[in-house]
């Protein structure tokens, strides 16, 4: 997973760094929060993506917002990264923005999301079967031992 993880966010921020439109230049931010994520400075980006919330702009504290929810992801802190999640989802909802890297970082967040709940499933459903599994071995060792009994019962 950490390899996907990886190649995603990879993804994510090359997505982000496509050139803005003339008008609405990238704050340091959020360049900042960027090249820190590159470069697996988690905290200094955490720090960067939360001065970038509180910039005034909408579009610009979604693609923070988005960018914590993928630091969260990074360290495995799904229910931080569902509620981020859920703070851009009510954002985008009340002021949707068509930024192009908005929207591929939203589409990469989807993406993230499904393959993190795919792989906590998977890892669910085998940790219930290998607990199955023991529980039939010890079942098993269990009916060996009263055959067992039972044999040499009628040898008597």
Same mark, same amino acid.
Request: proline share 4%.
């Given at each position: 997973?950490? $390899?996907?993880?990886?190649?995603?966010?990879?993804?994510?921020?090359?997505?982000?760094?496509?050139?803005?439109?003339?008008?609405?230049?990238?704050?340091?931010?959020?360049?900042?929060?960027?090249?820190?994520?590159?470069?697996?400075? +988690?905290?200094? =980006?955490?720090?960067?993506? &939360?001065?970038?919330?509180?910039?005034?702009?909408?579009? !610009?504290? &979604?693609?923070?917002?988005?960018?914590?929810?993928?630091?969260?992801?990074?360290?495995?802190?799904?229910? =931080?990264?569902?509620?981020? $999640?859920?703070?851009? +989802?009510?954002?985008?909802?009340?002021?949707?923005?068509?930024?192009?890297?908005?929207?591929?970082?939203?589409?990469?967040? &989807?993406?993230? $999301?499904?393959?993190?709940?795919?792989?906590? !499933?998977?890892?669910?459903?085998?940790?219930? =079967?290998? =607990?199955? &599994?023991?529980?039939? +071995?010890?079942?098993?060792?269990?009916?060996q031992r009263a055959?067992?009994?039972?044999?040499?019962?009628?040898?008597?």
């Amino acid at each position: 997973m950490p $390899l996907r993880l990886i190649l995603l966010c990879t993804f994510v921020i090359s997505a982000c760094q496509t050139p803005p439109t003339p008008h609405t230049p990238e704050p340091i931010a959020i360049q900042t929060a960027l090249q820190h994520f590159e470069n697996k400075q +988690y905290q200094a =980006a955490a720090t960067s993506f &939360q001065a970038a919330l509180n910039t005034g702009s909408e579009r !610009l504290s &979604q693609q923070a917002l988005a960018g914590l929810c993928l630091l969260h992801l990074q360290n495995q802190d799904i229910v =931080a990264a569902t509620t981020t $999640l859920d703070e851009l +989802y009510q954002r985008a909802l009340r002021k949707p923005q068509s930024d192009n890297s908005l929207q591929m970082l939203r589409m990469s967040l &989807q993406l993230n $999301l499904e393959n993190t709940l795919r792989l906590n !499933l998977e890892s669910q459903s085998r940790q219930a =079967a290998e =607990a199955k &599994q023991q529980r039939l +071995y010890k079942e098993t060792l269990a009916l060996q031992r009263a055959l067992a009994k039972l044999r040499r019962l009628s040898l008597q």
